[in-house]
C-alpha cells in the first residue's frame, strides 16, 4: 500500500498562508511534486487555477463573526470559483492520473476558448463593516448587502489592482470602481462572468504589463465598460446600495458565532506556519488537527482560523493552545505587529 505523503513533508518544512486565503509549500523538487498534490487531493484541496490567465481562487470574509448568514455569503467564493474554472482536463491527466478524454469537445470551454484572459483575475467578496478581502484591490470586488439577516446582493466594483512595474510609468495602482447592484443568484453569477467575457475580448493582449482589468476599464471608459457588462447580461445593474467599511483586521482570541460555535484566531507572523524557538506553531496546529475537533479557515491577513469548535470541545483545544504558547505568543505581539501582518501585496 502506499503511503499518503503529507503536504510540506517534500518541501522545506514551511507552510506559508497567503494574502488569498491559500498555502504555499516552498523547496519541493520536481519528483517530489506529482505526490504532493496527490496528498493535496487526498486532503480535498487542489492546486487548480492557482497562475496563468485565468481566474485564480476567490476570496471571501473570512470569519463567521462577522454575519449571522456569513455561510450564505462565504457560498458565492464556492459557485464563483466552480463557474470561472478552466475545463481542460489535462490536471487531473498529469497529476491525479485520470483516464485521458478520447472526445475533446469534453472539455470546450466557452469562457476562456482557446486563448484565455490577457491575464491573471481576482476577485474578492467582502462583508461590511470589516474589508479583510481588500476588496477594491481586485478586479472584481463584491460587496454583500444584508439587511434584517438576509442577504439581498452584492454591489459590484471593477478595476481594482495595487501592482505596478519598477521603472514604468504607464502602470499604476487602481481602486475598483462601484458600477452598481445585483440581487438574485443567477443575476449575480452572470454579472461576473460577463465581466470576465469583456475583459477577454477587450483586454491589452499585446502588452502583459498593460494587461489587467484595471486597465482594461481606463481605456474603454467605466460608463463604456459598464453598457458593455448591461449588454451581455440582458439587464440593466440596479443603483449602488449604501454600505460603509469602518475596520481592516482579524479577530484575534477567542470569539463565538450566532450558532454558539467557537473560533480561535492566533497570530501568524507573514503567515509563516512552523516550529521555531518561540513558539511550536506547526506543532499545535498538527496536535488540533488531530482531534477532528476543529476546522481551519484562512484569512486575507496571512492568519488561520481555528474554527467551529463546539462549546463542550473548546476546553480540549485551549489546553492545547497553552501546551504549545500560542495564546501566550497571540496575546503578547504588538498592535502595530498584528496591524502589519497581510499588508504586503494583493
Known sequence: MQRIILPGENSTGVIKITTRQTVQLHGLIKSNIKPTIKAFSEAKLDSIATCGDINRNVLCAAHPLQSPIHANVHAYAQKISELLMPKTK??????????????????????YQDRYLPRKFKIAIGIPPNNDVDVFANDIGLIAMIENNELKGFNIAIGGGLSTTHGNPATYARLGSIIG??????????????????????????????????????????????????????????????????????????????QGLFYYTPFIENGRILDDEKVLLKTALLEIAKTGKANFR??????VIIADINKKDKPAIEKLLKKYKIIEHTESASLIRKKCNGLCGI
Open 90 to 111: 489535462a490536471y487531473y491527466e498529469i497529476w491525479l492520473d485520470e483516464e485521458k478524454l478520447i472526445d475533446k469537445k469534453e472539455e470546450e470551454d466557452p469562457l
Open 181 to 258: 447592484f445585483v440581487s438574485g443568484e443567477e443575476k449575480i453569477l452572470k454579472t461576473v462572468y460577463e465581466i470576465a467575457t469583456v475583459q477577454r475580448d477587450y483586454g491589452n493582449r499585446s502588452d502583459r504589463k498593460l494587461a489587467r482589468l484595471k486597465y482594461t476599464v481606463d481605456k474603454l471608459g467605466l460608463e463604456f465598460f459598464k453598457n458593455e457588462v448591461e449588454k451581455r447580461i440582458g439587464f440593466k445593474l440596479e443603483e449602488p446600495r449604501s454600505y460603509e467599511f469602518t475596520e481592516r483586521k482579524d479577530y484575534y482570541g477567542w470569539q463565538t458565532n450566532e
Open 298 to 303: 484562512f484569512t486575507g491577513n496571512q492568519n
